[in-house]
């Protein structure tokens, strides 16, 4: 059962379409000081979840083959390119569509308790930890979604395939899942939220996207670490 997943994604997009109404109504100035916050939570909750990496060879080892890989396959271009025919085909206007995604699913997706809960849900059938995620989320996406538009709403999508590919695969790969490899996973969702956070702020381009597959690389590199 994935009820926890689907209470979480109702949560996404209630929060949202909330969102989206006041930033209808919004004066420009209270948007702006809004969009600034979302930015400096963000590179917040990037610091506190990069710290909880207990190896930080790791960590560069991962983030950097990662960036190189995402940078080979031009992941960030296809990811934008993929947001455009997005917004053509539905008409949407929002000029922050793939970054309201991108940041929306690290934020929503990459925490400990987000792992933590899947797995639970998913072999004690006890969705109590998804559910409190699910209201922490909801209250976020009211303020990004007023900062950063629909983008946010549509993160619901991959946030609906990670968590619940988690849970229905979690008898499978709860042995994999130490605590220390959802830190380092945790991590390296940080390093990429103030990523994020830069580019919120517009202090430093990113391509965040292309660094994504650091989240593969940071498993298979703890393995390899854990064989010396």
Request: charged share 10%.
């Amino acid at each position: 059962m994935i009820i926890g997943t689907l209470v979480n994604v109702a949560t996404v997009l209630a929060g949202s379409a909330v969102g989206l109404m006041l930033k209808s109504k919004l004066p420009d100035s209270l948007l702006a000081i809004t969009f600034q916050a979302i930015g400096l939570v963000t590179v917040f909750f990037g610091i506190s979840m990069s710290l909880r990496s207990e190896n930080w060879l790791l960590i560069i080892l991962s983030v950097v083959t990662g960036g190189i890989i995402g940078q080979m396959i031009n992941l960030e271009s296809r990811m934008n390119r993929l947001g455009e025919r997005i917004k053509q085909k539905l008409n949407i206007s929002s000029s922050k569509f793939s970054e309201g995604i991108v940041t929306s699913f690290l934020l929503f997706c990459m925490g400990s308790m987000t792992i933590l809960g899947a797995v639970e849900e998913g072999m004690k059938n006890n969705s109590e930890l998804l559910l409190a995620k699910s209201v922490m989320d909801g209250f976020s996406s009211i303020a990004l979604s007023a900062a950063m538009g629909i983008g946010v709403m549509f993160s619901s999508i991959p946030l609906l395939i990670y968590q619940s590919l988690l849970t229905l695969f979690a008898g499978n790969i709860q042995h994999l899942l130490t605590e220390p490899l959802i830190n380092e996973i945790t991590a390296a969702g940080g390093i990429m939220l103030i990523g994020m956070g830069f580019n919120i702020l517009d202090i430093k381009r990113i391509a965040v996207v292309n660094l994504l597959p650091s989240l593969v690389t940071v498993i298979l590199l703890f393995y390899i670490f854990r064989l010396f």
